[in-house]
C-alpha cells in the first residue's frame, strides 16, 4: 500500500467524516492562516495561528492547489484520477482522507455552497 499525501498508510476502505449528505457539494478552500512555500516537489504548509509546519508530497500539493473553493470533492478526486491515471474510488478515498486531515489540522475550510438566489 501506497502512502497518502501526509506520508501515512490510508486505510482505503474506511469511509471518511462528515461525506454523508450535503458534505459532498461543498467546496474546501485554504485556511486564512496557512501561508505555503514550495520545496523541490513538496508544499510546506505553515500555520501562523499554531506555528505548526506540514509537508504535502507532490499529489498532496496538486490536491492542494485545487482547493480553491470553485470545485467539490468529487470534482477533484476526478480531476486526480485523470491526471494520475488511478481508479476514481481510490482518487475519492485518497482524495477525502487528504481533506480530513488537513480539515483536522485546521490548514483547510469547507464551507457550506450557498444559493446564489438567497444573496
Known amino acids: 500500500m501506497t502512502n497518502d499525501a501526509l506520508g501515512r498508510n490510508p486505510v482505503v476502505d474506511e469511509p471518511s467524516r462528515g461525506w454523508d449528505g450535503g458534505a459532498q457539494d461543498c467546496c474546501p478552500v485554504p485556511a486564512s492562516s496557512v501561508t505555503t512555500a514550495t520545496l523541490d516537489d513538496e508544499l510546506v504548509l505553515c500555520d501562523e495561528r499554531s506555528g505548526e509546519v506540514f509537508v504535502l508530497n507532490v499529489t498532496g500539493a496538486r490536491i492542494w492547489s485545487l482547493c480553491d473553493g470553485s470545485r467539490p470533492i468529487e470534482a477533484l478526486a476526478r ?41
Do not use: F, G, K
Not at 83 to 111: G, K
Open 79 to 119: 480531476l486526480i484520477a485523470a491526471e494520475y491515471q488511478i481508479d476514481e474510488q481510490r482518487s475519492q478515498a485518497e482524495v477525502r482522507n487528504l481533506i480530513d486531515s488537513l480539515l483536522d489540522a485546521n490548514l483547510m475550510t469547507m464551507p457550506s455552497r450557498r444559493d446564489p438566489d438567497l444573496n
